[in-house]
């Protein structure tokens, strides 16, 4: 396998409630998943490529609990990237050079066999993980905008986060309230509005997520 490394951060919406069903391995909230996420590269490579400073990003849809399969996906890539930093993120996002099981990226390819057309495109990602606030764009396709869940009784920020000792995406993330509102590529998502979005801190390799 080539071998590559990201460090970055990600902010992810879903059409679930508030925490994300499948961090405590349960079914959607609706039955069905749909989400968009868009990752910002601080420092990464592939091989002897760099990404530094690349973002990109995916729009996702299952019929099901992704565990369940036939999903469908679409990759949004920075049109900044040259034609080798297009391919290495393809590879990455889609669970190439990556051992089974260990990324979210790999988990997506393996139960999305409907693959739409790669789109590229000014992608962007504007965040402050600890105050829950983030903007992220995939340009001509959506955008993402989180804000800190309210009280139920004082509508005060919420501030709540998930650990995830052994997970394969973060090992801990601060949940958010997010919208989503798509405007272009194959994938609409109409049902991510007032529904569990995160924000976190990535890093990642081919071998898995490397603890903090």
């Avoid at 569990?196 to 990535?202: D, E, G, N, P, V």
Wanted: hydrophobic share 35%; proline share 5%; glycine share 12%.
């Amino acid at each position: 396998m080539i071998d590559w490394e990201i460090r970055g951060e990600e902010l992810a919406n879903c059409n679930c409630n508030f925490g994300c069903p499948c961090q405590f391995g349960v079914l959607p909230t609706d039955g069905t998943c749909e989400a968009a996420v868009v990752y910002k590269i601080h420092k990464g490579h592939y091989g002897n490529t760099s990404l530094d400073g690349l973002t990109a990003a995916g729009v996702y849809k299952w019929p099901g609990p992704i565990h369940e399969g036939n999903g469908h996906m679409q990759l949004i890539i920075d049109s900044n990237a040259d034609v080798d930093q297009r391919a290495a993120l393809q590879a990455i996002m889609t669970g190439a050079d990556t051992e089974e099981m260990a990324t979210m990226w790999f988990v997506f390819g393996a139960m999305s066999p409907n693959r739409h057309d790669t789109i590229y495109a000014p992608v962007s990602l504007e965040m402050k993980i600890e105050d829950r606030v983030g903007k992220g764009v995939a340009e001509g396709v959506f955008e993402i905008n989180a804000e800190p869940i309210p009280n139920i009784v004082t509508g005060e920020p919420h501030r709540i986060g998930i650990r995830l000792p052994h997970g394969f995406e973060f090992g801990f993330a601060e949940m958010a309230k997010g919208q989503t509102k798509t405007s272009g590529g194959d994938l609409d998502l109409n049902k991510n509005t007032g529904t569990h979005a995160h924000m976190a801190s990535l890093h990642l390799t081919g071998q898995g997520r490397v603890a903090a």
